[in-house]
């Protein structure tokens, strides 16, 4: 894998489809490379924008691009079973859970794949994808992802680093409601379950689920590295207050874990001298697009007009490609921009 070109930015300025277009872009100055594209925001929009369905299945869209909108549902369940599996385990080796049937019956519709949390979930299919002793069939050498406003985009970012955390967490959470739930029990059956207590397979289940947890720690440690080493961070914005200041917290945020390149500033009226209003709402951005130009001065800033028709197909996405990048025939500008 050459590059990870993450986009990211309040909802509703367009990453998707400025995901789409670099995608498309860097397709055609690239023809020899495999690129994937990757839809972490809840509303998916690549099948639109490309007019294919794609849903959770790595899909080819041309000759060289390929994408995916996740179902982190389905993924979760792919990658964490077999450590829940061993956690339930694990629990109904508890003595009191044999004395008491329905904390079984809990502990099987509520430690599941899909109580898991929402980031936790995406994070580790994208982990999954990025992994380099991963066993794909398909290798790619460049991958961009569409990521979801910041607070979640933070989440996919520090997962990795804090993964083996987040799950043991999450499981002492679990783990420490049975606790509770039994206390009294545990007092009243004490000695009675005791000559039933199986120290040994208690004992070797832990083990298993320790290797497992470490194999998910050294994951984490290769993809956080991963993402430092070949990573890039675009923020989209559009020329609005609340866009610039996100793309503001959004920098700060992240600095830990990728290296932040570019700045898109997106949907920028044209100018007219038929519509008033299109003069009136252009001088408004035209400030916001200087101040984003002043506070994001060391990177490279691209800025795209407003499509007169939204960017649909090949077609529609090569304009908008054209709108954000020009005549860029050099795909190092785009994959490795200077300020």
């Given at each position: 894998?050459?590059?990870i070109i993450v986009l990211g930015g309040k909802g509703g300025v367009g990453k998707s489809s400025i995901s789409a277009a670099t995608a498309v872009k860097l397709a055609d100055l690239l023809p020899d490379k495999k690129i994937l594209l990757i839809s972490f925001d ?298």
């Open positions: 894998m050459e590059k809840m509303a998916h929009n690549l099948t639109d924008l490309f007019n294919t369905e794609i849903g959770n299945k790595i899909t080819l869209l041309s000759e060289n691009i390929w994408a995916i909108e996740p179902d982190p549902n389905i993924n979760a369940k792919k990658y964490t079973n077999n450590l829940i599996t061993k956690m339930k385990a694990l629990m109904k080796e508890m003595p009191i859970v044999g004395l008491i049937p329905q904390l079984e019956t809990f502990m099987d519709t509520t430690f599941t794949a899909d109580s898991i949390p929402l980031a936790l979930k995406n994070a580790m299919f994208f982990q999954e994808i990025l992994d380099a002793e991963n066993k794909q069939s398909i290798q790619f050498d460049i991958i961009i992802a569409d990521f979801p406003p910041t607070g979640n985009m933070i989440a996919l970012f520090e997962i990795p680093e804090d993964q083996v955390k987040v799950i043991l967490k999450y499981s002492l959470n679990f783990y420490n409601s049975i606790k509770e739930a039994v206390r009294e029990f545990s007092k009243l059956f004490r000695k009675l379950i005791r000559p039933f207590d199986d120290y040994e397979k208690r004992k070797e289940l832990g083990k298993e689920i320790f290797q497992m947890l470490e194999e998910l720690e050294r994951r984490g440690e290769r993809i956080t590295d991963l993402i430092h080493t070949i990573g890039s961070l675009r923020l989209v914005t559009i020329a609005e207050k609340p866009s610039f200041e996100e793309i503001k917290r959004a920098r700060d945020l992240t600095k830990k874990y990728i290296t932040l390149e570019g700045v898109h500033i997106n949907m920028i009226t044209p100018q007219s001298k038929k519509c008033q209003f299109c003069t009136n709402t252009r001088s408004i951005q035209l400030n916001y697009i200087e101040e984003i130009r002043n506070e994001f001065s060391n990177l490279k800033i691209w800025e795209s007009n407003r499509l007169e028709n939204e960017p649909f197909g090949l077609n529609g996405l090569k304009k908008l490609a054209h709108e954000v990048y020009g005549e860029i025939i050099n795909p190092d500008d785009i994959l490795n921009p200077k300020g």
